[in-house]
């Protein structure tokens, strides 16, 4: 098959030619047809300076943007974001603080640009560009936004918060609001002072504004970061704080009635951030970390650099009113969002087609780390069940796609942030780890995250980088080659597994389609490198290893060898099918002795099962049936969810198309009464963390 680096890996959309002087024409735009910003000028700084009003209705804000930019290419039209804005004035200046003449600015908003019009070419030179504006504090749940919650004492209060990524920071101040374009950024905020202003940095300064009592608070010059990552905020709540062993400040802020449920999402991010900091071995660059719980949020939060906002039931935790498993989804989502402070925020993605960059890794590292720092949560176990289980479901079908995929629109970049992104990458990046071991792993990522500190990133770079590493290892692999086939096409092998008489292994592959299925072509045919970690009732050991590329793999194993798994740990992104023989084996092993095989197998055997049985003519469903009633002696509630989550795919099959509703109700009771007896049915103060 070919390599995936003679394939086009990334660029998708880009814009590397100039503006066609076909399109002015007495210097009134008729068209403009590109969709990405095109590369002629270079970014320096922003001075951002906003004054919001927060007690009209509509909420509304005034705003003046000063952007120092380097034309790299001489240009008669300056086009950046901006949408949803009235704007006032724009001057150009030169460094001497000449005012250039403007032609009449005008809007694109399909794809949601500004263009400006120059009466001359600019110079490849530096100029100052001022936007005045205003515009509406928004009612959704994006750009420069208004939040609202109630107090126990009726009272009606609001915030105003900002939420960019992907393609919303043009919602609040024009900009080149494209992720490569990385700046610096000054932000001043007029406030009442009942309000509390933060943004990514750390208050320099604050004055008073005007004789009405308002204060102008203005933030300390910022580090190189995208424009999304800019983020700002106006509200009344009120903070818990504590200092990291490097001298890092970290708030945790909330609605004053809250603040008691903080001090658990404070004791998560201090023992995260020094944890990330001595794995990666790069020091957390800003001088403070605030993480703030929104009343009104629409996703479970976002990275914003030095200002990650959560929604409430992301990061509250109240230990009087919220089950003992409810802290998992705190110290996970933390895990996460301060995994991006590297992850995408110190080394962005070039563009969004390699989103998985940032999200598969924050999501790969949000079970390493919370692991890590509490260790009694199983968040390995969790990675199977909440992570490789729903990737392989969402990835099975013919409406999925590519990890790293084209995206040139702000709604095919919002589709983006799916499980295919989230939990594939992170499945994907997890298997390079096993491949690699640790050591060599993050010796690897510290040298990808080191040589695009600051700056931005393609899937490419991050394979040079790896390669580094990896060339230490016994035996050569090419990191390009072995994740480009798992990036650059959609969907996942069934690898199968025959045991002959002797010690004869015969290993092929498939790719996993349901029956009269129309997929799409792939650049590489549908074939995988394939890590193949196996074991065998005389190889117990969880290393024994080949790769899998071509149709069909044969070796050798221990001549008394009855039985054999696949996939052993879970460790790859694919599922295993055997022939009957080695079936039945297995499924005799889990009736008798369930505990010849580890956890995550046990899991991963039943979740196998049932999939295969929908695609696979010679697996039927009730093989996955007759082995999932092994369950009723499963002592392991992650086992047991992980698997009921897996038959939940084939039940609704079997009630409401096969008519088998009151014998599916036996089997469930069946297999979940003993586990009732056992655990009970009410919450109890000392639950673990998956009985809870």
């Given at each position: 098959?070919?390599?995936?680096?003679?394939?086009?890996?990334?660029?998708?959309?880009?814009?590397?030619?100039?503006?066609?002087?076909?399109?002015?024409?007495?210097?009134?735009?008729?068209s403009?047809e590109?969709?990405?910003?095109?590369?002629?000028?270079?970014?320096?700084?922003?001075?951002?300076?906003?004054?919001?009003?927060?007690?009209?209705?509509?909420?509304?804000?005034?705003?003046?943007?000063?952007?120092?930019?380097?034309v790299?290419?001489?240009?008669?039209?300056?086009?950046?974001?901006?949408?949803?804005?009235?704007?006032?004035?724009?001057?150009?200046?030169?460094?001497?603080?000449?005012?250039?003449?403007?032609?009449?600015?005008?809007?694109?908003?399909?794809?949601?640009?500004?263009?400006?019009?120059?009466?001359?070419?600019?110079?490849?030179?530096?100029?100052?560009?001022?936007?005045?504006?205003?515009?509406?504090?928004?009612?959704?749940?994006?750009?420069?936004?208004?939040?609202?919650?109630?107090?126990?004492?009726?009272?009606?209060?609001?915030?105003?918060?900002?939420?960019?990524?992907?393609?919303?920071?043009?919602?609040?101040?024009?900009?080149?609001?494209?992720?490569?374009?990385?700046?610096?950024?000054?932000?001043?905020?007029?406030?009442?002072?009942?309000?509390?202003?933060?943004s990514?940095?750390?208050?320099?300064?604050?004055?008073?504004?005007?004789?009405?009592?308002?204060?102008?608070?203005?933030?300390?010059?910022?580090?190189?970061?995208s424009?999304?990552?800019?983020?700002?905020?106006?509200?009344?709540?009120t903070?818990?704080?504590?200092?990291?062993?490097?001298n890092?400040?970290?708030?945790?802020?909330?609605?004053?009635?809250?603040?008691?449920?903080?001090?658990?999402?404070l004791?998560?991010?201090?023992?995260?951030?020094?944890?990330?900091?001595?794995?990666?071995?790069?020091?957390?660059?800003?001088?403070?970390?605030d993480?703030?719980?929104?009343?009104?949020?629409?996703?479970?939060?976002?990275?914003?650099?030095?200002?990650?906002?959560?929604?409430?039931?992301?990061?509250?935790?109240?230990?009087?009113?919220?089950?003992?498993?409810?802290?998992?989804?705190?110290?996970?989502?933390?895990?996460h969002?301060?995994?991006?402070?590297?992850?995408?925020?110190?080394?962005?993605?070039?563009?969004?087609?390699?989103?998985?960059?940032?999200?598969?890794?924050?999501?790969?590292?949000?079970?390493?780390?919370?692991?890590?720092?509490?260790?009694?949560?199983?968040?390995?176990?969790?990675?199977?069940?909440?992570?490789?289980?729903?990737?392989?479901?969402?990835?099975?079908?013919?409406?999925?796609?590519?990890?790293?995929?084209?995206?040139?629109?702000?709604?095919?970049?919002?589709?983006?942030?799916?499980?295919?992104?989230?939990?594939?990458?992170?499945?994907?990046?997890?298997?390079?780890n096993?491949?690699?071991?640790?050591?060599?792993?993050?010796?690897?990522?510290?040298n990808?995250?080191?040589?695009?500190?600051y700056?931005n990133?393609?899937?490419?770079?991050?394979?040079?980088?790896?390669?580094e590493?990896?060339?230490?290892?016994?035996?050569?692999?090419?990191?390009?080659?072995?994740?480009?086939?798992?990036?650059?096409?959609?969907g996942?092998?069934?690898?199968?597994?025959?045991?002959?008489?002797?010690?004869?292994?015969?290993?092929?592959?498939?790719?996993?389609?349901?029956?009269?299925?129309?997929?799409?072509?792939?650049?590489?045919?549908?074939?995988?490198?394939?890590?193949?970690?196996?074991?065998?009732?005389?190889?117990t050991?969880?290393?024994?290893?080949?790769?899998?590329?071509?149709?069909?793999v044969?070796?050798?194993?221990?001549?008394?060898?009855?039985?054999?798994?696949?996939?052993?740990?879970?460790?790859?992104?694919?599922?295993?099918?055997?022939?009957?023989?080695?079936?039945?084996?297995?499924?005799?092993?889990?009736?008798?002795s369930?505990?010849?095989?580890?956890?995550v197998?046990?899991?991963?055997?039943?979740?196998?099962?049932?999939?295969?049985?929908?695609?696979?003519?010679?697996?039927?469903?009730?093989?996955?049936?007759?082995?999932?009633?092994?369950?009723?002696?499963?002592?392991?509630?992650?086992?047991?969810?992980?698997?009921?989550?897996?038959?939940?795919?084939?039940?609704?099959?079997?009630?409401?198309?096969?008519?088998?509703?009151?014998?599916?109700?036996?089997?469930?009771?069946?297999?979940?009464?003993?586990?009732?007896?056992?655990?009970?049915?009410?919450?109890?103060?000392?639950?673990?963390?998956?009985?809870?």
């Open positions: 098959m070919p390599r995936p680096e003679e394939l086009r890996l990334t660029e998708y959309g880009s814009e590397d030619s100039d503006y066609d002087e076909d399109i002015f024409n007495n210097s009134i735009i008729h403009y590109k969709k990405r910003l095109t590369k002629q000028h270079g970014f320096r700084h922003y001075d951002i300076w906003l004054h919001p009003n927060l007690t009209v209705t509509p909420l509304r804000f005034q705003g003046k943007v000063e952007i120092k930019i380097k790299l290419k001489r240009t008669k039209c300056i086009v950046l974001s901006s949408l949803e804005q009235n704007i006032t004035d724009i001057k150009l200046k030169q460094k001497d603080g000449t005012v250039l003449m403007t032609e009449e600015f005008s809007h694109v908003p399909e794809h949601e640009f500004l263009l400006i019009p120059l009466r001359a070419k600019l110079e490849e030179e530096e100029y100052t560009l001022v936007i005045k504006y205003e515009a509406e504090v928004r009612h959704a749940l994006k750009g420069f936004y208004r939040s609202y919650y109630t107090t126990s004492q009726g009272e009606r209060r609001v915030a105003a918060v900002t939420q960019f990524e992907a393609t919303f920071a043009r919602h609040a101040f024009p900009c080149f609001d494209e992720p490569a374009y990385k700046a610096t950024f000054t932000i001043s905020i007029v406030r009442d002072p009942e309000h509390t202003a933060l990514n940095m750390p208050v320099e300064s604050t004055k008073k504004y005007n004789e009405h009592g308002l204060l102008e608070d203005t933030f300390e010059k910022s580090i190189k970061m424009t999304y990552l800019v983020a700002f905020m106006i509200m009344d709540f903070s818990r704080s504590t200092t990291t062993s490097s890092v400040l970290i708030r945790v802020w909330s609605r004053s009635e809250t603040e008691h449920q903080t001090e658990y999402a004791d998560c991010a201090k023992q995260l951030l020094e944890y990330y900091e001595d794995l990666f071995g790069i020091p957390f660059p800003l001088p403070k970390q993480l703030v719980a929104v009343p009104d949020f629409n996703s479970g939060a976002m990275e914003n650099w030095g200002l990650i906002t959560y929604r409430e039931t992301s990061i509250l935790y109240d230990k009087a009113e919220t089950s003992n498993s409810f802290k998992r989804r705190v110290v996970s989502v933390i895990a969002e301060l995994a991006h402070q590297w992850f995408g925020n110190l080394v962005t993605m070039k563009w969004w087609n390699d989103l998985w960059l940032n999200e598969g890794f924050a999501s790969y590292m949000e079970y390493v780390a919370s692991d890590k720092v509490k260790p009694e949560m199983g968040m390995q176990m969790y990675l199977q069940k909440n992570g490789m289980q729903r990737a392989l479901s969402a990835d099975s079908f013919s409406n999925s796609h590519p990890i790293s995929t084209k995206a040139d629109t702000p709604d095919s970049i919002a589709e983006m942030f799916d499980a295919i992104s989230y939990r594939k990458g992170a499945c994907i990046i997890r298997m390079l096993e491949v690699l071991g640790d050591k060599l792993f993050f010796e690897g990522i510290n990808y995250l080191t040589k695009y500190e700056s990133a393609e899937q490419s770079q991050l394979y040079v980088a790896i390669n590493t990896a060339k230490h290892m016994e035996q050569a692999i090419d990191i390009s080659e072995f994740m480009g086939s798992w990036t650059l096409q959609m996942y092998p069934i690898v199968h597994v025959k045991l002959t008489e002797g010690n004869k292994v015969q290993v092929s592959q498939t790719k996993y389609k349901f029956p009269g299925e129309v997929e799409a072509e792939s650049p590489l045919g549908y074939k995988w490198h394939i890590p193949f970690w196996y074991q065998t009732n005389e190889e050991g969880i290393n024994n290893f080949l790769w899998v590329s071509d149709e069909t044969e070796f050798e194993t221990e001549e008394n060898a009855n039985w054999i798994l696949g996939n052993s740990r879970a460790r790859g992104f694919y599922r295993v099918n055997y022939e009957s023989e080695n079936w039945d084996k297995i499924i005799d092993l889990l009736h008798n369930h505990t010849v095989f580890h956890e197998d046990r899991m991963k055997i039943i979740d196998d099962l049932t999939s295969i049985s929908q695609v696979v003519d010679d697996v039927d469903i009730t093989r996955a049936l007759d082995a999932s009633l092994y369950l009723k002696s499963e002592e392991s509630l992650y086992v047991l969810t992980g698997c009921l989550a897996s038959l939940s795919r084939i039940i609704g099959k079997l009630v409401v198309v096969e008519d088998y509703g009151a014998e599916i109700n036996a089997f469930f009771l069946d297999i979940l009464e003993p586990v009732v007896k056992r655990i009970g049915l009410d919450s109890k103060p000392d639950d673990d963390f998956e009985t809870g």
